[in-house]
């Protein structure tokens, strides 16, 4: 398992192709759009919206306004952006990037003609899967730590001067990176790698992974909102849930990886 993921994340880090544009996607949403939106907000002298930004606060449920902190309607708002709105971005791109491994991950070996080295080794289908699996998840996970770091030390230099010090990675926020980001990108994952084992192109894999990872980005965005709206209620019957539906998925994905597949008789489309 463990060779089959080094080889893939030693062919993938040598492709400009991949790792260019998804660096770059990983910088706009942990970096540039957190940075441009908490400066207009932080540095806005406009009355009108500041007034508005009060009249956002006041349409909130109550948990939310009374987790948010601030003296004046700008850092409230600053506040809420950095915790709330931008939250989903935690699992939308990690799922993203680990979601353009995945998809060419099996079909791609066919491609290669690299599928028949695999077909013939010693290693069984599960060590297989888990190995395209392993591959697919480090990218994810290395973006979601190092863009999570990066946008921790933005937000409370950004906000921490208006809210009375340095505020973040809140408890939802660490709830969210540790307990359910993990499950939910597993589960796409494992489907995924199914639909890879099964189609004759990258391209139609890449198709498939987008219908995937769409329902799935929809349930995070509402997942990781509840979360950090209230943590302690909703976390750790999210995270079972999420945890128990990957380890499915994945136990399901792995039996249906064959050797005929990788040499390109099973895809059925």
Do not use: C
């Amino acid at each position: 398992m463990l060779t089959v993921a080094r080889i893939d994340l030693r062919r993938l880090f040598k492709s400009k192709d991949y790792w260019i544009p998804m660096g770059f996607l990983a910088s706009v949403f942990f970096i540039g759009l957190p940075f441009l939106l908490l400066t207009i907000v932080t540095s806005t002298t406009s009355s009108d919206l500041v007034n508005k930004i009060g009249e956002v606060l006041q349409t909130l449920p109550g948990p939310v306004q009374e987790n948010v902190v601030g003296t004046t309607p700008a850092a409230r708002g600053a506040y809420m952006l950095s915790v709330y709105l931008l939250a989903p971005v935690a699992i939308v791109v990690p799922l993203t990037i680990s979601s353009a491994v995945g998809a060419h991950a099996i079909v791609g070996e066919r491609e290669r003609g690299t599928g028949e080295f695999l077909a013939h080794s010693p290693l069984t289908e599960r060590e297989i899967f888990m190995g395209k699996m392993l591959a697919s998840l480090v990218p994810g996970f290395l973006a979601t730590g190092v863009g999570f770091a990066i946008y921790s030390l933005l937000v409370n230099m950004k906000v921490g001067p208006l809210v009375g010090g340095w505020f973040f990675p809140t408890a939802g926020w660490w709830i969210l990176i540790v307990w359910v980001v993990p499950p939910f990108i597993a589960l796409a994952l494992s489907v995924i790698l199914w639909v890879s084992s099964k189609v004759r192109s990258t391209a139609a894999a890449q198709q498939a992974a987008t219908l995937v990872s769409l329902p799935v980005i929809f349930a995070a965005y509402g997942v990781s909102s509840g979360l950090l709206i209230n943590p302690v209620i909703a976390a750790f019957g999210i995270g079972i849930v999420a945890w128990i539906l990957a380890i499915i998925g994945l136990m399901t994905g792995s039996r249906s990886l064959s050797r005929e597949s990788l040499l390109g008789f099973g895809g059925d489309g």
